[in-house]
Each structure stands twice: as structure tokens, then as C-alpha cells.
């Protein structure tokens, strides 16, 4: 079995929940004797340097990685808004280099299954139609028109929201014409929401008999994830933490809600508590600036960051842009820590409120959760056990492995 995994951005290092994904299905497939190629872009000036890549990783595919410049110019943002219908969420993506090394690697090679990371690859499925024979599988990690919604909620002034919907609109309709009318097989969803959203779309084109839609089958593959802990729990302190970079908007955008509207009612109350945040780079502008004064502790890029995890008692995860799947919301249930999320955040995992973790579905219920955990320490620890003991169960129950190497080898039977 012969798979081409094309994504948008170079998925190692796996600084993100994309790269995570991703790995982990290369992984997976590695394990089940397939075959793996991964293409990916890196933006120009960030190359990776291959021969840093540990054994381990470079024995389980062959790897590609080539330069591209996404970044949207105040010009050309102009110009396509007046002037285009066009989506730059799609165009930005797209460049005749990469479509030439694409090309090259389609003639050199036959795959069973090509596999496109991302809405956003779909203007390069013109030539891999015209080159690959064999299946073509999208996978969505997150819709763009999701994320530009939220942009809208963050945009000032009449103008600038008029212009942020018609953005978002025009992402909407090249989204849709893509799920329904391009030539693909499978279209997987890393969470249930987005599965439902996919199928909805076509059950409302089939109703009103829109012609020539594709056949593709929806299907919802949960990656699953196993984590491997060593020796004794440390000693768990009483701590918040709050794990993500800051350098994504959307976690940046989440993590000031969260740090004005709860955290510091929170610490008012509880003045001995600490907020650790694990986050590579510090936030630019008033965001960096806060401190220990406000009961928070940078701690950058922590090393052993699963001991970190099990050495403090909650762990915080406020999202508010559906952001597909959460590796952070296993980490956290994983290494005992009792969890406050908001809906969002669990997507593709369901966990009961209560048991495995707290779910506030409005920020004065997450204070008050929040407060509870930490005035009341033997209900974290029996959160924390039951969300540990949840996971342990649910990876080696679930047999994800084993059902998405399955899928895979049923499409090329």
C-alpha cells in the first residue's frame, strides 16, 4: 500500500495539533507496512534541516518539503477583495513550484491513495487527476469558513465586519463547491461536528437536487492517542495550567479571554494560586507583560512536559473556535490533571461532565468550576484519577489503530 499524504504545512517538528495528526497517521500506516510519502510546504526562510531528523522518524516515509510564501500583502488583500471572488484562504496556498515538484513526484511514483491535508490543497487536485489513477482522500483538520467566522466576532467598526462576512462568505462557497462537486472518494473529519456540518451539505444539495454531486463517503476517523508515562506521578502541587502557543491568533485570542474574564476574577479570590503557562514564545504587547502579580508564571518550553503535567492538579483548556481535534485535552486527561473546557474543546472526544472533566459552557460557570477545583482539592484528585483511568481505557479499547489502518487497506482491496 502506496500513500502520498500532501499537506500544507511540513508536519515536523510536531508543534501543532495539524503536525501531531498527521505524524501519528504516518506512524500508524508505518507500523501496518505501508509505504508513506510526505509532501509538505514550509514558508520561505523556515526550511527544515532534514539531517536533524532523530532515526526514528526518517525510517517510517520519505519526506518533501518545498518553499512557498503565504503571506498576504495589505495590496494584494485589497485587490482580491475588490477585484476577485476569489478566496485567498485558497489562493495563498497555491504556487507553480510546489504544483512542478507535485508533478514531479506523480510521474516518479504510483500511489494507491493520495491523501490532501486541508481544504485549502484543493487547486492543485487538477493535476493529481490528471497524474494518480488510484483514490483521493480529503481530510479536514479544521474548515477555514469556521475560522474567519470567529474573525468576524473579533472585527471593529461596520466596515470591517461588512468585509470580514463577504471574505468568509466567498471561503463558505468555494468550501462547499470543493465537498460536493470535486472528484473525491473519501472525506474524513477529525471531529463529529464537522462531520455532521459535511453531511448536512449534502443532504441539503440531494434535497434540492442539485446535479452533478460527487459520491464521496463522510466518515469520522478518530486518530486516538496513546501516551507512554514512566515512573512515579510526581508529587502533584496545587496549580492551573494552561498549555498553547500564542503565536496561533486563535489560541492567543482564547488565552486573553480567558486571562480577563476568569482568571483574574479567580485569582481575586485565590491570591496563593498560581497560572502556569506552557507556551514556547511569549505574547507581544500587554499580554507579555503580566506577571506574578497577576499569578502568572511563564514557563516557556518545558522539557519533561508530561512530568510537568502530572505534577499540577488543573489544567485549563478554554476554546472558543471550533479547532478540530485537541491533542492538549488528551495530554491533560492522560497525566491525571482535572480539566475545565469549554464545548469546543472536546471535539472527537466525548467525555461526561463531572467524571472526566468539568465543561463550562459560559465563562461564569468556568470561574465557578475553576474556584471549586481549587478550593476543594479531593475533587480534583477523583476528576483527574477518573479522566486518567478514561483514557487508558478508551486508546486500548478503541482499537484506533487498528480501524485506521483498516480503512486504508479496504480502499485499495
Avoid at 500583502?73 to 504544483?99: A, D, R
Avoid at 467598526?157 to 465537498?179: C, D
Avoid at 470535486?182 to 434540492?208: M, R, S, W
Avoid at 471535539?347 to 463550562?360: K, N, P, Q, T, Y
Wanted: aromatic share 10%; proline share 3%.
Amino acid at each position: 500500500m502506496r500513500i502520498l499524504i500532501f499537506a500544507v504545512h511540513f508536519p515536523y517538528p510536531e508543534f501543532n495539533g495539524y503536525s501531531f495528526t498527521i505524524m501519528e497517521t504516518v506512524r500508524r500506516l508505518s507500523a501496518a507496512g505501508a509505504e508513506v510519502t510526505v509532501f509538505g510546504m514550509h514558508k520561505s526562510g523556515e526550511a527544515f534541516d532534514f539531517t536533524k531528523m532523530p532515526e526514528e522518524v526518517k525510517s517510517i516515509a520519505d519526506y518533501i518539503s518545498v518553499e512557498i510564501n503565504p503571506v498576504i500583502t495589505p495590496v494584494e488583500k485589497y485587490v482580491n477583495f475588490f477585484f476577485s471572488s476569489q478566496s485567498l484562504e485558497m489562493e495563498k496556498y497555491y504556487s507553480q513550484g510546489v504544483e512542478q515538484e507535485l508533478l514531479k513526484v506523480l510521474e516518479n511514483n504510483t500511489f494507491d491513495i493520495i491523501q490532501i491535508e486541508d481544504i485549502q490543497l484543493s487547486k492543485y487536485l487538477k493535476i493529481i487527476y490528471a497524474k494518480h489513477g488510484g483514490q483521493i482522500v480529503l481530510r479536514i483538520h479544521k474548515l477555514p469558513s469556521f475560522e474567519l467566522q470567529a474573525a468576524i466576532s473579533r472585527s471593529k467598526g461596520k466596515i470591517a465586519v461588512s468585509m470580514a462576512n463577504e471574505i468568509r462568505n466567498r471561503m463558505k462557497e468555494q468550501e462547499t463547491r470543493v465537498l460536493l462537486f470535486e472528484d473525491i472518494d473519501y472525506i474524513l473529519t477529525l471531529g463529529e461536528a464537522d462531520k455532521q456540518y459535511i453531511q448536512q451539505l449534502f443532504q441539503n444539495a440531494i434535497k434540492q437536487k442539485v446535479e452533478g454531486i460527487n459520491k464521496a463517503t463522510v466518515k469520522m476517523l478518530s486518530l486516538g492517542w496513546n501516551i507512554s508515562l514512566s515512573g512515579e506521578a510526581p508529587v502533584r502541587e496545587k496549580g492551573v495550567i494552561y498549555t498553547g502557543s500564542l503565536q496561533y491568533p486563535a489560541n492567543l485570542s482564547a488565552f486573553s479571554r480567558f486571562f480577563q474574564n476568569i482568571w483574574l476574577p479567580v485569582y481575586k479570590m485565590y491570591p496563593d494560586i498560581r497560572l502556569h503557562v506552557v507556551s514556547r514564545v511569549k505574547p507581544e504587547g500587554n499580554m507579555g507583560n503580566i506577571g506574578l502579580s497577576e499569578g502568572v508564571v511563564w514557563e516557556g518550553e518545558i522539557a519533561g512536559y508530561y512530568d510537568f503535567l502530572r505534577s499540577k492538579s488543573i489544567m485549563v483548556l478554554p476554546v472558543y473556535e471550533s479547532d478540530g481535534w485537541q491533542k492538549r485535552l488528551w495530554e491533560g486527561m492522560a497525566c491525571g490533571c482535572a480539566l475545565v473546557v469549554t464545548p469546543p474543546a472536546m471535539d472527537g472526544v466525548r467525555i461526561v461532565h463531572g467524571e472526566h472533566a468539568l465543561i463550562a459552557k459560559g465563562e461564569a460557570e468556568f470561574r465557578r468550576y475553576l474556584g471549586t477545583l481549587i478550593e476543594h482539592e479531593n475533587i480534583a484528585d477523583t476528576i483527574g484519577r477518573h479522566a486518567g483511568e478514561y483514557v487508558s481505557r478508551l486508546t486500548s479499547e478503541n482499537k484506533t489503530s487498528e480501524e485506521l489502518t483498516g480503512f486504508y487497506q479496504k480502499l485499495i482491496l
